[in-house]
RNA sequence: CGCACUAGGAUCU
């Protein structure tokens, strides 16, 4: 089982992700039980491959194997659901975990924000302050995007105050998550603020501040930034 | 076997 695990843990991660599920039918069919590793392996695939159909049959294996409850796992459907679009059925799984940790609400509020719900998606980040859960970088950078889809600089700036506390804020992701939302909204020299204050950065974040100028009219610095980037150690994309 | 990267996150397109 422990080499299945690893066989599937392989493809689920580097592709082909298909691969990852075939492996998984193979297994069931040499008659051995997935146990809660195996899971989110393969759900990861799902996830990766858009693929609803094998993640709500997969999802039945794991209700009849009674691993919906394990964080893990439960996790990992959460994330799957949400990849494939369906934040309700993420939801169901979300409320029905007896134990919800920092994962698990994360992957839910990161669904709700990459399915265009920011509201609820920023609804949830609230609720999981109130519960008292601690969030991370990972987390916080979510809760900037819901607040770059919906344009709520107010939201947005409260939200950079707690990541500037907790000391995210050199987090690669996380600073170039603020500059798209500053972007966003209008507000271009806040992003250009967080874009000079990075330690690193990468394409991405060069890519957002460009296009964070030109989305908003500024079109003489996005080429000057763009002139910087192929002077500098960057590859532009 | 909690498996030493076990699960969730980033711009534009």
Redesign the pocket.
């Known amino acids: 089982?422990?080499f299945w695990?690893?066989m599937i843990?392989g493809y689920?991660?580097n592709g082909p992700y298909e691969e990852a599920i075939a492996l998984y039918y193979q297994m069931l069919r040499t008659g051995l039980q997935p146990?809660?590793?195996t899971f989110?392996?393969v759900?990861?695939a799902c996830?990766s491959l858009n693929a609803p159909e094998e993640g709500i049959t997969i999802h039945k294996h794991i209700r009849n194997l009674r691993f919906e409850a394990?964080?893990?796992v439960g996790?990992?459907l959460i994330?799957m659901h949400g990849?494939c679009g369906n934040t309700q059925d993420a939801r169901d799984v979300f409320d029905k975990m007896p134990h919800r940790?920092?994962?698990?609400?994360?992957?839910m509020i990161?669904g709700y924000?990459?399915n265009g719900k920011p509201i609820e998606a920023l609804w949830l980040f609230k609720e999981m302050g109130l519960v008292g859960m601690r969030?991370?970088?990972?987390?916080l950078?979510?809760a900037v995007?819901a607040c770059?889809s919906l344009k709520a600089l107010l939201t947005g700036k409260t939200i950079h105050g707690y990541i500037l506390k907790s000391g995210f804020e050199f987090?690669?992701?996380?600073a170039?998550?603020l500059?798209?939302m500053y972007a966003?909204c209008g507000s271009v020299e806040f992003a250009r603020k967080v874009f000079d204050r990075m330690p690193q950065r990468?394409?991405?974040?060069w890519?957002?501040m460009i296009?964070?100028y030109a989305q908003n009219g500024h079109a003489k610095e996005a080429l000057a930034l763009f002139k910087k980037m192929h002077f500098g150690l960057a590859t532009p994309?």
């Not at 940790?101 to 992957?107: F, G, I, P, R």
């Not at 969030?135 to 987390?139: L, M, Q």
Request: charged fraction near 20%.
């Open positions: 089982l422990f695990n690893v843990k689920a991660k146990n809660k590793f989110p392996f759900l990861k996830a394990d964080v893990y996790a990992a994330d990849k940790n920092l994962v698990a609400w994360t992957a990161a924000a990459q969030s991370d970088s990972v987390a950078g979510s995007l770059a987090y690669v992701y996380v170039t998550g500059i798209d966003k990468n394409a991405v974040s890519n957002a296009s964070g994309d």
